[in-house]
């Protein structure tokens, strides 16, 4: 299964993938592609794509190791508190994806952006399981 669709909105759904021959690589792409296409849509007041409207521009994904398969935790800056939800800033060669950290808050459950990234080797990902799309404000316009 994949975290899209095709022409399908499965915007309301929570999928996991796993990786064979390069379609984790491939998932990812296509969700950065995604997401840069709903800031460019909201940017110039386009019509929504099947997978993430124009009000929102993040596909929030969690993200299980290889071997283990253990949900991959990162450290909020300095700080002794983790999370494992993530936003694909961009994908380096196949080899490597830049993921913004992603926090939810415990009382409501929303989801927003941190400031912090961090650099994944695509290979050491074994399953990516998407979430409902959210809205990231802290991104820069560097994307269009």
């Given amino acids: 299964m994949a975290c899209f669709g095709n022409g399908t909105n499965v915007t309301n759904t929570t999928t ?12 990812l792409k296509k969700i950065d592609q995604l997401q840069k296409e709903a ?6 007041n386009q019509c929504d794509n099947c997978m993430i409207s124009s009000m929102f ?46 926090v939810e808050d415990d009382g409501t459950g929303e989801i927003t952006c941190t400031a912090f990234t961090i650099v994944m080797k695509i290979s050491c990902i074994g399953a990516v399981q998407c979430f409902d799309p959210i809205n990231c404000d802290t991104l820069c316009s560097t994307f269009m």
């Avoid at 398969?69 to 494992?84: D, I, S, V, Y």
């Fill in 57 to 102: 521009n993040t596909k929030p994904i969690a993200i299980y190791l290889c071997g283990n398969g253990a949900r991959f935790e990162a450290n909020l800056g300095t700080t002794e508190e983790t999370t494992n939800l993530f936003r694909i800033e961009e994908i380096r060669n196949n080899e490597t994806v830049i993921l913004r950290l992603l």
């Fill in 16 to 27: 996991t993938t796993i990786n064979n021959n390069g379609t984790i690589a491939q998932l």
């Fill in 39 to 44: 800031i460019i849509a909201n940017a110039t």
